[in-house]
């Protein structure tokens, strides 16, 4: 599941880091919650 996040986010990062953010995973639950922690720009 992991793994499959990540890609999802490899895929939107390029558009935060335009805007000057950026966003990287913090944990994947075991019931599905995903955690991310959003940097730069969109740490707001």
Not at 6 to 16: D, F, G, H, V
Not at 18 to 44: F, H, I, M, Q, S
Request: aromatic residues 0%.
């Amino acid at each position: 599941m992991k793994e499959k996040v990540e890609a999802a986010l490899n895929k939107i990062r390029p558009m935060l880091q335009r805007d000057g953010g950026g966003v990287e995973l913090v944990d994947v639950e075991p019931d599905g919650v995903v955690k991310v922690r959003l940097t730069g720009a969109c740490g707001g």
